[in-house]
T-cell receptor, first 114, second 111 residues
Framework: DSGVTQTPKHLITATGQRVTLRCSPRSGDLSVYWYQQSLDQGLQFLIQYYNGEERAKGNILERFSAQQFPDLHSELNLSSLELGDSALYFC?????????????FGPGTRLTVT | EDKVVQSPLSLVVHEGDTVTLNCSYEVTNFRSLLWYKQEKKAPTFLFMLTSSGIEKKSGRLSSILDKKELFSILNITATQTGDSAVYLCAVEAYTGNQFYFGTGTSLTVIP
């Protein structure tokens, strides 16, 4: 158990809908990262927050947004969902700002868009 | 375009064999290279490499980085069935604090 929690575990929804994925980092970790893992594209970095501020942005679509709250938990919002958004979404956390710090991954949220 | 390429895509070996996994990269403003092991679900961190020629070692696993030739290798000696997993290589860039993953090498260790 990495200490990073993600909810929900599974999510099934229809195209065009909007969902929110939630992540609680390990105690003491200030950075939260979001990743998308699909069968055809592998693991893709989406976005990083550090202590409430956006620090790095990867291949995140405009339909997706994220935020980190004062209690350091983070939410990833996915809107106007398409079939291709079906994937495993991971959250990871680390102590510091730099991505190089050891990241601890949560168990993931599996999103299925039908 | 920045990219990370891993080879082989898949590997099946017998217990006790030694394996070498490769990761080559073309990333502007390289900062670090990281190796992860992904079993059923979430990746777990193995190594972070920033300097050329320095071997990182943890038990039967070791890794080395060649910044001149732009590649890294991950060695696993005396493989065990518990080593079966997908091994992911990722490169971090200073530019935009970006983070690029390879598609992984799937390792299967047969008893």
């Amino acid at each position: 158990d990495s200490g990073v929690t993600q909810t929900p575990k599974h999510l099934i929804t229809a195209t065009g809908q909007r969902v929110t994925l939630r992540c609680s980092p390990r105690s003491g970790d200030l950075s939260v990262y979001w990743y998308q893992q699909s069968l055809d594209q592998g693991l893709q970095f989406l976005i990083q927050y550090y202590n409430g501020e956006e620090r790095a942005k990867g291949n995140i679509l405009e339909r997706f947004s994220a935020q980190q709250f004062p209690d350091l938990h983070s939410e990833l919002n996915l809107s106007s969902l398409e079939l291709g958004d079906s994937a495993l979404y991971f959250c990871a956390s680390s102590r510091g700002q730099a991505v190089s710090y050891e990241q601890y991954f949560g168990p993931g949220t599996r999103l299925t868009v039908t | 375009e920045d990219k990370v390429v891993q080879s082989p895509l898949s590997l099946v070996v017998h217990e006790g064999d030694t394996v070498t996994l490769n990761c080559s990269y073309e990333v502007t403003n390289f900062r670090s290279l990281l190796w992860y092991k992904q079993e059923k679900k979430a990746p777990t961190f193995l190594f972070m490499l920033t300097s050329s020629g320095i071997e990182k070692k943890s038990g039967r696993l070791s890794s080395i980085l060649d910044k001149k030739e732009l590649f890294s290798i991950l060695n696993i000696t005396a493989t065990q069935t518990g080593d079966s997993a997908v091994y992911l290589c990722a490169v971090e860039a200073y530019t935009g604090n970006q983070f690029y993953f390879g598609t992984g090498t799937s390792l299967t260790v047969i008893p």
